[in-house]
């Protein structure tokens, strides 16, 4: 069964980047697109991007110009490229392609 597996979270001033990343781990991808999801302390989970694989991704308006997605193949992963990362950035960042179970998921935090 193939589990998505988040990494790349971390510690960082407000201004700052992060790359995050999303492996299909145990085979390939099983849907053609891959949705980015956020849950910040003490709030719901919430849409943030969707890679559509061969088409235009779509994001939540909060991030939109400052967040990318992409893709690479042949290591059966997908990013979500974060810059001017504000405090309100700051929550557990999943990635799931509405077929496979939620993973651990990965820690941003966007702190002075």
């Known amino acids: 069964q193939v589990q998505l597996v988040e990494s790349g979270g971390g510690l960082v001033q407000p201004g700052g980047s992060l790359r995050l990343s999303c492996v299909a781990s145990g085979g390939s991808f099983s849907n053609d697109f891959m949705m980015w999801y956020r849950q910040a302390p003490g709030k719901r989970r919430e849409w943030v991007a969707t890679?559509?694989?061969?088409?235009?991704?779509s994001y939540v308006d909060s991030v939109r110009g400052r967040f990318t997605t992409s893709r690479d193949n042949a290591k059966n992963t997908v990013y979500l490229q974060m810059n001017n990362l504000r405090p309100e950035d700051t929550g557990d960042y999943y990635c799931?392609?509405?077929?496979?179970?939620w993973g651990q998921g990965t820690k941003v935090t966007v702190s002075s």
């Open positions: 890679m559509r694989f061969g088409g235009f991704p």
């Open positions: 799931n392609d509405g077929l496979s179970v």
